[in-house]
C-alpha cells in the first residue's frame, strides 16, 4: 500500500532533522509533534496534506503558473533534458561528499525525480518560490522532500547540505556558502549562448537584440563569488515533434515578453528541433 505524502514528508522530516534550522529564529529544530516541526524557540512549521511546508515568513509570488510547469514537466520527464541528467549525476558521484543534494529553484520536482532514479542512495530535498511548483512536485514525495522557500533564507543548518543544485535558477552566494558542507559543491547550469535559440527566433523574429543571450554577468558573478573547479560546455539539438510543440512554447519564461502576434507566429511556424547549450559549472567555498 502506498504512503500518503503526508505520511513521505513526516519520514523524512523524522530522519533528518538535523538539517535544518528555523528560518525566523535560526534555532534548531527539536521534534515533530503530529504533523509539525517544532524548533527550540517553539515556533512551529505544519505539514501540509501533500506533505511539504511553506518556511518563508513573507508572501512570496512566482512568474511560473501551474500551465507552464506542466508543460516543462512534460518535456523534462520525455527526455530533453536528459544528458544534462547524466552529466549532474555523474558530478554528483564523483563529489567525495553528497549524501545530501538540495535542487534550488526545483520547479515542478522532474529534475529530483529522475537524479535519484540514478542515485537511490542519497537524500534529495527541492525547494521553489512556486507554490504550484511544489504542489506538483509533491507527486515525488517518495523519491524526495520538497518545501516552498527562498535562496535568500534557506532552513538549513550551517554546513549540513553536500550538494546544491543551482539550474537555470537564481543564486545567493553568501547563503549558498553557509549551508554547504566543507567539502560540499555547487553546481550550477546557466544558458549559453544558443540555448533554446530557435525558440527565441521565432518569438522574436521581429527583434533581432532580443534573439540573443549572453551568460556573461552570471558567469563572472559565480567566479567572484565561489572558487570555480571546473567547468563544461554541454550542447545539443532535440528533435521537437508536432505532439510536444504546445508544450515546448509554453515550457520557457522566454514567451513572456512576447506580444499575442509574435505567440500566433510562433504556432504558425514550427521548428524542427530545440538546441540545448548550457554551461555547467561546479564550485566550492573560496
Known amino acids: ?36 516541526m ?51 549525476t555523474q558530478l554528483i558521484e564523483a563529489s567525495r561528499q553528497s549524501e545530501t543534494i538540495v535542487d534550488m529553484g526545483c520547479g515542478e520536482g522532474s529534475f529530483v525525480e529522475r537524479l ?3 542515485l537511490l542512495e542519497k537524500n534529495f530535498i527541492g525547494f521553489d518560490l512556486s507554490k504550484d511548483g511544489v504542489q506538483l512536485a509533491s507527486d515525488f514525495s517518495d523519491q524526495g522532500f520538497f518545501f516552498i522557500g527562498d535562496v535568500t533564507q ?34 550550477k547550469v546557466i544558458p549559453e549562448s544558443g540555448y533554446l535559440k530557435e525558440m527565441r527566433e521565432s518569438f522574436y523574429h521581429d527583434n533581432e ?10 558567469y563572472d558573478k559565480f567566479k567572484k563569488d565561489i572558487q570555480l573547479v571546473s567547468e563544461e560546455r554541454l550542447t545539443y539539438t532535440y528533435p521537437v515533434f508536432h ?13 513572456w515578453g512576447a506580444s499575442e502576434e509574435a505567440k500566433e507566429y510562433a504556432r504558425k511556424h514550427p521548428f524542427k528541433e530545440l538546441t540545448i547549450d548550457v554551461k555547467i559549472l561546479v564550485g566550492k567555498k573560496a
Not at 42 to 57: A, V
Not at 154 to 181: A, G, W
Not at 212 to 218: F, G, L, P
Not at 243 to 251: H, R, T
Request: net charge negative; hydrophobic share 35%.
Open 1 to 36: 500500500m502506498l504512503k500518503k505524502k503526508i505520511d513521505n514528508g513526516r519520514d523524512f522530516l523524522t530522519a533528518h532533522l538535523d538539517l535544518f534550522q528555523c528560518p525566523k529564529c535560526q534555532a534548531e529544530f527539536t521534534a515533530i509533534k503530529g504533523n509539525t
Open 38 to 88: 517544532v524548533c527550540q524557540n517553539n515556533h512551529g512549521f505544519d505539514l501540509s496534506k501533500k506533505g511539504t511546508i511553506h518556511f518563508p515568513n513573507h508572501h512570496l509570488t512566482s512568474d511560473y503558473d501551474k500551465e507552464m510547469l506542466l508543460s516543462r514537466r512534460n518535456m523534462i520527464q520525455q527526455g530533453l533534458y536528459a544528458p544534462l541528467e547524466t552529466k549532474l
Open 116 to 118: 535519484k532514479a540514478n
Open 154 to 187: 534557506m532552513p538549513f543548518q550551517d554546513q549540513s547540505i553536500d550538494v546544491l543544485l543551482n539550474i537555470f535558477s537564481p543564486s545567493h552566494y553568501e547563503e549558498m556558502k553557509r549551508v554547504l558542507s566543507e567539502e560540499g559543491v555547487i553546481i
Open 209 to 218: 537584440d532580443k534573439q540573443h543571450y549572453s551568460n556573461e554577468q552570471v
Open 243 to 255: 505532439k510536444d510543440y504546445e508544450d515546448i512554447l509554453k515550457m520557457s519564461p522566454i514567451h
